[in-house]
């Protein structure tokens, strides 16, 4: 059975990433944001710094995205998910390149979790950090974009159904019944860093993203609330 590809564990499509370094930063933001935005990203920077009881406070301020790719044989990805499920994470990614079997556990999992609260695994196909030249020689002879497809395709038929994919890919993964959820977001004018595939937050919704990952241009800025009500008003939530 497939989860519904509707169905999100956010309040709205504007999800937080908490790239800061130390837990009094992320949780001043994260209650100062609380309430206003969808959810707020952690990754391996500050779980694995400050563990269950900090993942638990965030939680308390919104739905938790707990981006740590996992990969690695199924049990052990079985046995990271569910210890993110019990640290209250309401979101956690896993590599679709784990391969089906392992997918199609996470799937089992995620259907079993997601009847205890709303909980969904989202796959990575190809990171966005590679391109032709930099994928491994295995995968060379097709191009990132035939196996960002083929690698949703391997997801869906495992029976999950959320990807994480770059603006770019939106495109070429839309009317395939996943939920989509894409970093990369920005305003023209907000600095790019080292994001070289952007798009605005509604050109990302209209390209069919569920949900819109966006870090420095609101957890950088002078007044962060001001920053992700621009967000929300660009996709008018
Ligand atoms: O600051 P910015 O808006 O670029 O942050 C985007 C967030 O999404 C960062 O936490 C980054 O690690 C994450 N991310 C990404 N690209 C991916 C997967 C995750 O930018 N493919």
Known sequence: MLNNPSSSPFLNPLVVALDVDTREEALSLAKSLSGQVGGFKLGPRLCLRYGQSFVEEIARQGPVFMDNKHFDISSTMEAAVRASFDCGASVVTVHALSGLDALKKMAALELELSRIRPFRILAVTVLTSWDQNSLPPVLRPDGVAIHVVALADLVKSAGLTGIVCSPHELESLQGRGLYLLTPGIRFPDDEKGDQKRVAGP????????????????????????????????????
Request: glycine share 8%; no cysteine; charged share 20%.
């Open 202 to 237: 509604q050109e990302a919704l209209q390209a069919g993203a569920r949900a819109l990952v966006v870090g420095r241009p609101i957890v950088q800025a002078k007044d962060p609330g001001a920053a992700a009500e621009k967000f929300l008003r660009a996709i008018q939530v």
